[in-house]
């Protein structure tokens, strides 16, 4: 189909409108771009990958925040519970800790790759430490369980902690160590890796826990729930002004 030049000049106004607003939500994230990756709300319900979106330009749409990597299980329940933390700005979920390029879901969930499901966290120092990360990892999911969290089994489910610098990698092996003295009887199993490169997941993953359309699958009844619901009990000062009860 051919448009004029006037219709396709119309075309695109109303693509730059539509992609400028922040409540409105598309099904077209596989085309995102630098610009809109930060966007959450633009990529749920879309069954695709966020296609041609990397961590880099993830990066870029939250200058001045720092950003930490985990992967505690299911990232769905992970995400949900970091969010609702004050100074928390944004959490994403996707893969790390594996060689292979672009894992999708599929080959993540089935244990084909080495990449645990994992999240990453953009935070701002003023409000939240890395160490204040660290204790909420911690509590969000159960480190002393091997390659398992709840019926989730593998090494994609694993505990780790994927440090970006030297001071977060002693901050990490200085929390584990306190820990397992004072907490975690059985003994701490999170690794701690080398990141590798952040794989964002596809986008019907993003936000999974908030979609007004999922409170009532089983998973997130199940599991997913009481492991966010106990994060905000534990930590019920520093949950955002929305998430207070």
Known sequence: MKYSIFSFALLLSLLFVSASCDSQK????????????????????????????TIEELDSGYEGFEKAYFAGGCFWCTEASFYRIAGVE??????????????????????????????????DPEVRTYEDLLDIFFVAHDPTTLNRQGPDRGTQYRSAIFPINEEQRKQAEAKIAELNKSTFSDG???????????????????????????PNQGYVQNVSRPKVEKVMKVFKEWLKPEFLK
């Open 188 to 214: 701490i199993v999170t690794t701690i890796e080398e990141p590798g490169e952040f794989y964002i997941a596809e986008a019907y993953h993003q936000d999974y826990y908030e979609d007004t359309s999922n």
């Open 26 to 53: 598309t099904n077209s994230a596989a085309s995102a771009t630098a610009e809109s990756a930060p966007m959450k709300a633009m990529t749920k319900g879309n069954p695709e990958p966020i296609a041609g979106v």
């Open 90 to 123: 944004e959490v994403w979920s996707g893969y790390a800790g594996g060689a292979e390029v672009n894992p999708t879901y599929k080959e993540v969930a089935s244990g084909t790759t080495s990449h645990a499901e994992a999240i990453v966290v953009y935070y």
